[in-house]
T-cell receptor, first 116, second 114 residues
Framework: GAVVSQHPSWVICKSGTSVKIECRSLDFQATTMFWYRQFPKQSLMLMAT?????????EQGVEKDKFLINHASLTLSTLTVTSAHPEDSSFYIC????????????FGPGTRLTVT | LAKTTQPISMDSYEGQEVNITCSHN???????ITWYQQFPSQGPRFIIQGYKTKVTNEVASLFIPADRKSSTLSLPRVSLSDTAVYYC???????????????FGKGTRLSVIA
């Protein structure tokens, strides 16, 4: 089946630094990918929609200058958390809809970000 | 997307059948009902999807009454490995073909006890 990978699976960074998270569709092309954030014991919250060849669409309340999204190719989207702060510590998950008409979206395994 | 309501948590013993009900009173004619499973520190995983009546796969069954205002996910003979959060989603583009993101509610935290 279709697989979505994320890298890294976990990362620790210091406040003020930037961190890049990669999301790849391994065996299918995705013109659109989605980025979610999940805090402990909470549900997934949509952050933005990543569009290949155009700008990302951000949800209300998500700072586009802080969470930079680049859909570099049909199989890769990156999320860069700039000037990270401890409150950015969270579990970041991406997803991609498969091109064929199957009844699901494929999610990556997630990236655990800890900002110290 | 139609709003959904699920129990916050459920407990079950191993080997029992677990039924998780989701209310979606404002479901639209074109909406499908989809359930996802999420283990700790992992991305969600598709379990099952249906439109009406009953759907069954190797993992679960989904029961949808005629008025479609609710649905019940049934997990037969659960094991410890079924401990997870289960999300009910309702929408008309859950296949993702229109590039619509999924909107997750709070989900139901199932704890399976030995």
């Amino acid at each position: 089946g279709a697989v979505v990978s994320q890298h890294p699976s976990w990362v620790i960074c210091k406040s003020g630094t930037s961190v890049k998270i990669e999301c790849r569709s391994l065996d299918f092309q995705a013109t659109t990918m989605f980025w979610y954030r999940q805090f402990p014991k909470q549900s997934l919250m949509l952050m933005a929609t990543s569009n290949e060849g155009s700008k990302a669409t951000y949800e209300q309340g998500v700072e586009k200058d802080k969470f930079l999204i680049n859909h570099a190719s049909l199989t890769l989207s990156t999320l860069t958390v700039t000037s990270a702060h401890p409150e950015d510590s969270s579990f970041y998950i991406c997803s991609a809809p498969p091109p064929t008409s199957v009844n699901e979206q494929y999610f990556g395994p997630g990236t655990r970000l800890t900002v110290t | 997307l139609a709003k959904t309501t699920q129990p916050i948590s459920m407990d079950s013993y191993e080997g029992q059948e677990v039924n998780i009900t989701c209310s979606h009173n404002n479901i639209a004619t074109n909406d499908y009902i989809t359930w996802y499973q999420q283990f700790p520190s992992q991305g969600p995983r598709f379990i099952i999807q249906g439109y009406k009546t009953k759907v069954t796969n190797e993992v679960a069954s989904l029961f949808i009454p005629a008025d479609r205002k609710s649905s019940t996910l049934s997990l037969p003979r659960v094991s410890l490995s079924d401990t997870a959060v289960y999300y009910c989603l309702v929408g008309d583009d859950l296949q993702g073909s229109g590039n619509t993101p999924l909107v997750f509610g709070k989900g139901t935290r199932l704890s399976v006890i030995a």
